[in-house]
């Protein structure tokens, strides 16, 4: 790779870092933030799914922005917005408070990773992306590695409220980079704003995602949470029926026809079903199930981290020895497995095992998540790429927000069925084992690929023998 090829990534990167950072420190916080602002943990899964589907609904419109104003320009308010955001969570005095600045923080990141990934898809040839991508995420990995026990041990001595203002520093770092290092890009002839669209969509999406997250917990009154989930079924129908008809739709589905972009999201969008409820479910499961405390929890699960961050170094080797078929098949069978095993553990388990586990499961888990963004965008072309960018991270961050969805229903019905609203280490089982078998059906997309799928991006021709 060129250096100008590292250097893109790189930028893209430091935003990364200070998104999947938040994100990891909040998990391994969860119980202490609960206590202080005197709500239930799992209700406070508001926090996680406030904070997806704050990116769910502005997502679409990053491309159209990066378009229309510059990526450059748009990458670096995305950063201010998200550091205003980090500055409210902390300042939060109630669990309405958090909420809504977690909504502020995903209006930031929903505009961050997408645009620079817009970037990178313009400027870094096909022949690189595997490469590229390997250099996007190895920094941006440090988030989960550092995130939990920085997390943890300010939690435990400290005051959780300064796990969000320690973006600061790092977000201001990241708009140094872009304005002294990045490119704009910018695309002529952007077509207006597909606004009905951005209305019927962002709604719809929002309020699907949000009714099934309350729904059964008391959190609004009477039958508001079916409303809501009967509200996003009638706008996202809407929205189908829009985008067939208009030329420029904010979501074009018509991507959906290209093989490698059709495998990318329905069988990323499984696969990450299971893969969002992970840092909802083992951060409860140490803490609340087995008694370890914040730092002690977060120092386990760093270990995921470690294993994501080795497997980058073989990434590239591994796709273009068995191509993107036969190694998203088997990878992704062999870390749900592994993913399903966690709800075998038990607090009598050896610290040892725990953390052999949880590094090969990061080390699957990052396999996969390369394999499947290179193989998303391995036929889309340039002027695609905003497009493509939008319609990605929105099945991506629907999927995630749903696995914490699913991972908390499934805890308050072990719940409900005991007649005890205390969580034990047993209830934890089932949850693990639902998501897992949830995400082993993402093997099915990629099974029917061609032996050759995602070869242009492989810098060379897969060798098999199919």
């Known amino acids: 790779m060129d250096t100008h090829s590292r250097v893109i990534p790189l930028i893209i990167a430091s935003a990364l870092f200070m998104e999947n950072m938040d994100s990891t420190v909040i998990a391994t916080s969860l119980p202490a933030i609960a206590a202080d602002l005197g709500t239930d943990p799992i209700v406070l899964k508001l926090a996680f799914t406030t904070y997806l589907l704050s990116l769910t609904v502005f997502i679409p419109i990053s491309g159209w922005l990066a378009d229309r104003f510059g990526a450059k320009h748009v990458f670096r308010a995305s950063i201010v917005v998200f550091m205003l955001g980090s500055i409210a969570c902390g300042a939060s005095q109630s669990l309405g408070w958090l909420v809504a600045a977690r909504a502020l923080q995903g209006v930031g990141g929903a505009m961050m990773v997408p645009v620079g990934r817009i970037i990178m898809l313009r400027e870094i040839p096909k022949s690189q992306l595997v490469d590229a ?62 606004v009905r669209g951005f209305l019927l969509s962002g709604l719809g999406l929002s309020a699907l995602v949000f009714g099934f997250t309350v729904l059964g917990r008391d959190l609004l009154p009477g039958q508001t949470p079916s409303a809501l989930i009967m509200l996003g079924a009638v706008c996202v129908a809407l929205y189908l029926r829009h985008a067939a008809r208009v030329a420029e739709p904010i979501l074009d589905l018509r991507l959906m026809r290209n093989p490698t972009f059709y495998a990318g999201v329905m069988g990323g969008s499984l696969y990450r079903i299971g893969v969002g409820a992970i840092p909802f479910l083992l951060p409860l499961m140490l803490q609340l199930g087995f008694g370890y405390s914040a730092f002690e929890s977060g120092m386990l699960t760093c270990a995921a981290a470690i294993g994501a961050i080795a497997m980058k170094f073989t990434t590239a080797r591994l796709l273009r020895r068995f191509g993107f078929r036969q190694l998203l098949v088997f990878n992704g069978a062999l870390s749900c497995g592994l993913m399903a095993s966690y709800g075998i553990l038990a607090p009598a388990t050896s610290i040892g095992l725990i953390v052999i586990m949880f590094l090969v499961g990061g080390f699957l888990r990052s396999l996969q998540f390369t394999a499947m963004n290179a193989l998303s965008y391995a036929d889309i072309e340039r002027d695609e790429a905003g497009q493509a960018t939008s319609l990605y991270t929105v099945a991506q961050q629907l999927s995630l927000s749903a696995g914490v969805a699913v991972a908390a229903a499934i805890l308050e019905a072990t719940q409900w069925a005991r007649g005890d609203l205390a969580i034990i280490a047993e209830d934890f089982s089932a949850a693990f084992f639902c998501v897992a078998l949830i995400a082993v059906f993402s093997v099915v997309p990629f099974a029917k690929l061609k032996p050759h799928a995602g070869a242009s991006v492989l810098g060379r021709e897969i060798e098999t023998g199919d």
């Open 133 to 194: 991508l390997a250099w996007l995420t190895i920094p941006a990995l440090l988030g989960p590695l550092v995130g939990p026990p920085i997390g943890g041990f300010i939690t435990t001595y400290f005051d959780w409220r300064w796990i969000f203002w320690m973006n600061i520093p790092i977000g201001l770092w990241g708009i140094g980079l872009a304005t002294r290092l990045m490119h704009d890009t910018t695309i002529e002839g952007v077509p207006p704003l597909d």
